[in-house]
Nanobody, 115 residues
Framework: QVQLVESGGGLVQPGGSLTLSCAVR????????MAWYRQTPGRQRESVAS???????DYADFVKGRFTISRDSAKNTIYLQMSGLKPEDTAVYYC?????????WGQGTQVTVSS
């Protein structure tokens, strides 16, 4: 059973930075295409950033230039570096596979951008 454990969220002022981590337990990620997603109440979960098995990255337009996705295969962990945060980035952030059957979703990590 794969377990996803997200962490690193918190309260940050507009313009601030955070780095999220997603520890993947039970399956190696070095050959997986992974992604970060986010969800706000009443809205569907949306893709934020993705990283393929060949290390190609892609970003939603609303985070391009501000967020960076990366992988540490030795730690079996995915990261999302976020800078220039805006109030509209407030959401619960999750990681999961980019394609195919999703693994069971983790609890996510709350990011709140507010002054």
């Amino acid at each position: 059973q794969v377990q996803l454990v997200e962490s690193g969220g918190g309260l940050v002022q507009p313009g601030g930075s955070l780095t999220l981590s997603c520890a993947v337990r039970g399956r190696p990620i070095y050959f997986q295409s992974m992604a970060w997603y986010r969800q706000t109440p009443g809205r569907q979960r949306e893709s934020v950033a993705s990283l393929t098995s060949s290390d190609e990255t892609d970003y939603a337009d609303f985070v391009k230039g501000r967020f960076t996705i990366s992988r540490d295969s030795a730690k079996n962990t995915i990261y999302l570096q976020m800078s220039g945060l805006k109030p509209e980035d407030t959401a619960v952030y999750y990681c999961n596979r980019l394609r195919g059957d999703r693994w069971p979703w983790g609890q996510g990590t709350q990011v709140t951008v507010s002054s």
